[in-house]
C-alpha cells in the first residue's frame, strides 16, 4: 500500500506574486506505508515546505499528489479533514496553549478520535492520565506531567509535541526537525522512540534532520533536498560522503532564507 505518491508536483509560496521561484520543483516521490525515510538538506532546501505538503496542509499548483491513494484536494472540506486525521504533522516548534498542562496537552492528540463531550470532558479532567504518563516517560518528560506549557524549555516543549504525536492513532507520522533542541542523550532517545512507535504500529515515519550522520545510521532510506528539488533518493547503502558535500556545498555563502514554510500559513490543525 503507498501512503503518498507525488508526480511532477511543484508548490510556489501562497504569499508569492507572478513568476517567484517554486518552493517545491518537479517533485516525483513514492512512499510506501511503514517505510521511515529521512529527508535532509540545507536551510531552505524545501524540507518543511515538503511535510506540509505531505499534510495535505498546501495545495499543488502542478502536478499530481496522492495520499492513501485518494487525490485529497479533490475532496469536500469535511472528507479532506477526516483523512488529516490519519496524518500527525510534529512542527519544529509545536503550536501547545501556553497556560495549559502538559496532561491537557498530550491528552489532546485524541482529539481526531474524541466526541466533543469526550474532548470537553478531558478538558475539564484529564482522562487516562496513566496512558499520558506512560507517554511522556518514553521522552524522559513524566516529571512535567502536571507542568504549565509555559513553563518549559524549548527542547521540552518539543518532546511534548512529540508525545501528543504518540497519544494520537495516526497512521503516518511527519516530523519537522524533533532533535533541534536537544542534547545528544534526549536526541537519540527522542529518534528511537519515535521510530519504535512507527514500527509497533506499522506507521509511516517521515522525518526532517539536519543531522546527517543519524538519518544515514537510523533510516534505510534518505531523500536529499537542494533548492526545492529532488537531489537524490536513495537507501542510505547507496549514499555517500561525495553526495552528502554535493547537497550542503556553497549553502552558506549563498544566503538562503529560512525554510519556505516560515512565510505560509498552512491550511491545517497540528492536533
Known amino acids: 500500500m503507498t501512503s503518498f505518491h507525488l508526480d511532477h508536483l511543484s508548490i510556489r509560496h501562497q504569499t508569492a506574486l507572478g513568476n517567484a521561484a517554486y518552493a517545491l520543483y518537479d517533485i516525483c516521490l513514492s512512499i510506501r506505508s511503514g517505510e521511515q525515510i529521512a529527508i535532509v538538506g540545507p536551510s531552505g532546501s524545501g524540507k518543511t515546505t515538503l511535510l506540509h505538503t505531505l499534510a495535505c496542509a498546501h495545495r499543488p499548483d502542478t502536478g499530481d499528489f496522492r495520499a492513501f491513494d485518494v487525490m485529497p484536494w479533490a475532496l469536500s472540506n469535511a472528507a479532506r479533514h477526516a483523512l488529516r486525521a490519519r496524518l500527525?504533522?510534529?512542527?519544529?516548534?509545536?503550536?501547545?496553549?501556553?497556560?495549559?498542562?502538559?496532561?491537557?496537552?498530550?491528552?489532546?492528540?485524541?482529539?481526531?478520535?474524541?466526541?466533543?463531550?469526550?474532548?470537553?470532558?478531558?478538558?475539564?479532567?484529564?482522562?487516562?492520565?496513566?496512558?499520558?504518563?506512560?507517554?511522556?516517560?518514553?521522552?524522559?518528560?513524566?516529571?512535567?506531567?502536571?507542568?504549565?506549557?509555559?513553563?518549559?524549555?524549548?527542547?521540552?516543549?518539543?518532546?511534548?509535541?512529540?508525545?501528543?504525536?504518540?497519544?494520537?492513532?495516526?497512521?503516518?507520522?511527519?516530523?519537522?526537525?524533533?532533535?533541534?533542541?536537544?542534547?545528544?542523550?534526549?536526541?537519540?532517545?527522542?529518534?528511537?522512540?519515535?521510530?519504535?512507535?512507527?514500527?509497533?504500529?506499522?506507521?509511516?515515519?517521515?522525518?526532517?534532520?539536519?543531522?546527517?550522520?543519524?538519518?544515514?545510521?537510523?533510516?534505510?532510506?534518505?531523500i536529499g533536498l537542494r533548492d526545492g528539488r529532488v537531489v537524490f533518493d536513495v537507501m542510505r547503502e547507496e549514499l555517500s560522503d561525495e553526495m552528502i558535500h554535493a547537497l550542503y556545498q556553497n549553502a552558506n555563502s549563498r544566503g538562503i532564507e529560512p525554510d519556505a514554510t516560515q512565510q505560509i500559513t498552512p491550511d491545517i490543525r497540528c492536533f
Open 88 to 222: 500527525f504533522l510534529a512542527p519544529q516548534t509545536p503550536p501547545l496553549p501556553p497556560r495549559q498542562r502538559v496532561v491537557t496537552t498530550v491528552l489532546a492528540g485524541r482529539l481526531p478520535q474524541w466526541t466533543l463531550w469526550q474532548a470537553l470532558k478531558s478538558w475539564i479532567k484529564p482522562t487516562d492520565i496513566q496512558a499520558c504518563f506512560d507517554v511522556l516517560q518514553r521522552f524522559n518528560l513524566h516529571d512535567k506531567l502536571y507542568a504549565r506549557v509555559d513553563r518549559l524549555s524549548g527542547g521540552e516543549r518539543q518532546r511534548c509535541g512529540l508525545a501528543r504525536l504518540m497519544m494520537s492513532s495516526a497512521e503516518i507520522f511527519l516530523v519537522d526537525e524533533p532533535l533541534s533542541s536537544l542534547d545528544p542523550t534526549l536526541a537519540m532517545q527522542t529518534l528511537l522512540a519515535l521510530q519504535q512507535e512507527a514500527r509497533s504500529r506499522h506507521a509511516t515515519l517521515v522525518c526532517s534532520l539536519h543531522q546527517v550522520e543519524l538519518a544515514r545510521t537510523h533510516f534505510p532510506r534518505i
